[in-house]
């Protein structure tokens, strides 16, 4: 499979690309589509969260405990004193950099269910709910945002599976099929959960239907 360099270039690269495009369309504003081509970057490195040593699942988990730490104690800087603040962020930084990581290793498997389309149509929703209910996003934004790290996930996929193909021999390696696929057959139980939480997320996405024909119009 590609490496983490491989990974984090090639996304950089097309998230970029897309993000400018956008620009010079006029869709977005220069410091949103900066924002779209973060989360594409991502994206591209974040179907190796599963995997525990990896460098994106502790450079992920680092970020996520860093910025949710960081958010609550902006929400709470009026409301406590400066010691609780602090306690409070180590106290989150620790629970998710070290506690949810492990969770997550625990009940995951490499190459298993989140190196699959289902978990990068999960991550877009996700990305979408976030971006609108609690970034107060627009419609249109909000389904760009998970477009991009949608993209960004796929491209990761993509890349691992050529790089189990062997063109100089011509043959197939043994762990081709095993990233990009609609989702693992193997895990039935976490292929459920993650068709349950897609359709849950969607339900919760701001009018896809008419951001859809934005989209059709737009191309």
């Not at 406590?80 to 990581?101: E, Q």
């Amino acid at each position: 499979m590609a490496n983490f360099n491989t990974h984090l270039t090639v996304a950089t690269i097309a998230s970029g690309t897309c993000a400018i495009s956008i620009v010079f369309k006029n869709i977005v504003p220069f410091d949103t589509a900066i924002v779209l081509w973060i989360l594409g970057t991502l994206g591209g490195i974040l179907p190796d969260i599963d995997a525990p040593i990896s460098i994106p699942s502790r450079f992920l988990f680092t970020i996520l405990a860093v910025l949710l730490a960081s958010l609550f104690v902006i929400l709470q800087l009026n409301t406590l004193f400066w010691a609780d603040l602090i306690g409070a962020w180590l106290v989150i930084y620790a629970c998710i950099r070290y506690g949810l990581s492990k969770f997550v290793a625990f009940f995951t498997t490499h190459r298993g269910n989140f190196h699959s389309i289902l978990a990068a149509v999960l991550f877009g929703l996700i990305a979408v709910v976030i971006a609108h209910h609690l970034l107060h996003a627009t419609d249109l934004l909000a389904w760009y945002a998970g477009f991009f790290l949608t993209g960004g996930y796929l491209i990761h996929l993509l890349l691992d599976e050529l790089y189990s193909i062997d063109f100089a021999n011509l043959r197939l390696k043994k762990s081709f099929g095993s990233a990009f696929k609609i989702a693992s057959l193997r895990y039935p139980l976490s292929t459920i959960l993650l068709v349950i939480a897609s359709l849950g997320m969607f339900t919760l996405t701001p009018h896809p239907e008419q951001v859809i024909q934005q989209l059709l119009r737009i191309f």
